[in-house]
């Protein structure tokens, strides 16, 4: 109900020059060439696939998401290429084994109920030397200052003004948030490795992954993730 409720504003804070480019820094690790299938996990209301239709039209692209409001926003964009899945990520994972070259989440790490039996389950649906795109936001997020880097971005005082007259519904967007963020805390308190380095570093510790780079992304607000799968497997 929370993330129908947020696919409402979603679009706003997709919209934050920071945000975007996160964007750009989630296509350029993908290093995407033509014919790549390309699964987004959690796609929301379709911003990456917006950004991947410009830039990477000659891939495709498998986006899931469960929230139904969402993924009705993101159909409503011609992007003939994305093939959109209503359902839970873990099931649609489930029988997808050696079906994707590259796996990309924007923000969705946080949000899964066992993040660790997932990557797993990601990895494997990858081809031998397959890699893996993430971002997900630090811990102590502080969504003020993606607001503030936006305004200071703005070109011109009518783009200053345009994100003044935003901050109402991007505080609104800022508190269901938090409320999912709660949900979330509420069966994972002690555990926070998901909103650290060193932790997100040992959830793709796993059999079968190579190195993980784990840089500061979105106005230092959160990580982005990359990791390969080995191209041979371990004897």
């Given amino acids: 109900m929370l993330w129908n409720l947020y696919a409402a504003c979603f679009d706003l804070v997709a919209g934050l020059a920071p945000y975007q480019d996160m964007l750009d820094e989630v296509v350029t690790a993908l290093d995407l060439r033509p ?27 498998v986006a899931v998401d469960a929230s139904p409001a969402m993924l009705a926003r993101a159909r409503r964009h ?40 997932t990557i797993e389950h990601m990895a494997d649906c990858l081809v031998p030397g397959g890699r893996m795109v993430h971002t997900t936001p630090r811990w102590r997020f502080r969504f003020d200052v993606i607001v503030a880097r936006h305004l200071r971005r703005a070109r011109g005082v009518r783009a200053f003004l345009r994100g003044l007259v935003l901050l ?13 963020v709660l949900r ?37 607000q959160g990580f982005l993730v990359v990791c390969d799968k080995q191209a041979t497997p371990l004897i």
């Avoid at 109402?168 to 999912?180: H, M, R, Y």
């Fill in 35 to 61: 014919g790549m299938r390309v699964l987004d996990a959690g796609c929301g209301t379709g911003a990456l696939e917006a950004r991947l239709a410009q830039r990477h039209p000659e891939v495709e692209v």
């Fill in 168 to 180: 109402p519904a991007l505080a609104v967007a800022g508190v269901i948030n938090l409320a999912l």
């Fill in 78 to 117: 011609p992007w003939s290429a994305t093939r959109f899945v209503d359902g839970d990520i873990d099931d649609f994972l489930a029988n997808q084994k050696g079906q994707f070259d590259r796996v990309v989440s924007v923000n969705l790490l946080w949000a899964l109920a066992e993040p660790r039996r």
């Fill in 184 to 220: 979330v805390l509420a069966t994972a308190w002690r555990d926070r490795s998901r909103w650290r380095a060193d932790g997100l570093a040992r959830l793709f510790s796993q059999p079968g992954l190579g190195p993980v780079t784990i840089r500061p992304t979105y106005a230092g």
